[in-house]
């Protein structure tokens, strides 16, 4: 396992460095003049020319790539156009927030998705079954914005249980948010654990545990439960990547201080220095979960051995 891991790792490298490029690329390839932005829209063609200078503009497109890609190296991802703030440092002040809406959103997506796909598949095409894969479908087919906004205005705005956006309010101000979403994560976690359960159920050793007398409590959850979890884990280990990086619709909907809302932002403003950040942030964060992932296969899979 050690092995396979530190494997993994190496074979990172290259690939961090091609995303590297790309982002670097990519940027550079959006429309504006980042040195008018620094310089400001009233400047002269001399202030543009030595803020080009400054912000090596001028050099060859490979010499930037590289300087950028030295000062990545180092941590120092820049300053930003519109505040003048190391952009490492707003990164810092918004990934809090982020992290934990995240987590939150994928804990209880875990816990009522395998919850609710254990149900179905053990009361298979009963009425526990239709409902559960109803609210999955309901889960699936909601929007998040649109959910959050029926959120807002039923428990924030009527009810008046929870605050209608920011983080003011302590831990009250995750719920809505973590719930718009965490829905549809939970709706394909339900259908993927029915789906497998059902297929696990199936096999010849769950015929011979029953055979044995063991008690069907026994059977699911200390044979087929764990057996069918590894495709579970590959959606989870996918959807959790893309909750970090696409909480910009939720984050905008509550006006939450997270790193989505700061994308948001920094688009708005034509902020080029964390808008790539970011994006180079949100791409390498899903390549680690997936490498987490795999990690994760063979302790639910024991036939599962990386070489």
């Known amino acids: 396992m050690l092995q396979f891991t530190i494997k993994r790792l190496l074979t990172l490298i290259p690939l961090l460095l091609v995303i590297s490029f790309f982002v670097f690329m990519f940027i550079h390839f959006i429309p504006g003049d980042p040195a008018r932005l620094m310089a400001g829209q ?41 505040s003048g703030v190391p952009v490492i440092d707003l990164i810092s002040d918004r990934i809090g927030p982020t992290l934990i809406l995240t987590f939150l ?8 998705g395998i919850l609710l796909g254990i149900i179905s598949a053990v009361f298979r095409d009963r009425l526990p079954d239709r409902l559960g894969m109803l609210t999955a479908v309901s889960g699936i087919s909601l929007p998040n914005f649109w959910l959050g906004l029926v959120c807002i205005q039923l428990f924030a705005v009527q009810l008046g249980w929870f605050p209608t956006g920011g983080i003011n309010d302590g831990w009250k101000s995750y719920i809505l948010p973590s719930f718009a979403l965490g829905a549809g994560i939970m709706a394909m976690i339900a259908r993927f654990t029915r789906s497998s359960l059902v297929h696990t159920l199936k096999q010849d050793y769950i015929r011979t545990g029953r055979s ?32 970090l990086g696409g909480s910009v619709v939720v ?44 990690i994760l296969y063979s302790f639910f899979n024991p036939k599962i051995r990386y070489e």
Request: glycine share 6%.
């Open 212 to 243: 044995k007398g063991l008690s069907s409590q026994s059977i699911i959850y200390g044979h087929a439960l764990k057996n069918s979890l590894i495709p579970v884990i590959t959606v989870a280990g996918l959807q959790f990547g893309f909750l």
């Open 42 to 82: 009233d400047a002269s063609l001399e202030e543009i020319e030595r803020a080009r200078d400054v912000l090596g503009l001028n050099d060859p497109i490979i010499t930037q790539y590289f300087t950028y890609l030295t000062s990545l190296l180092q941590l120092d991802l820049g300053e930003s156009y519109r």
């Open 105 to 112: 959103s994928i804990l209880w997506a875990l816990v009522i």
């Open 251 to 294: 984050e905008t909907v509550f006006s939450f201080p997270g790193l989505g809302q700061l994308l948001i932002d920094s688009i708005s403003y034509r902020d080029y220095p964390v808008v790539q950040s970011l994006i180079l942030f949100f791409s390498v964060q899903f390549i680690l979960v997936n490498l987490l992932v795999d």
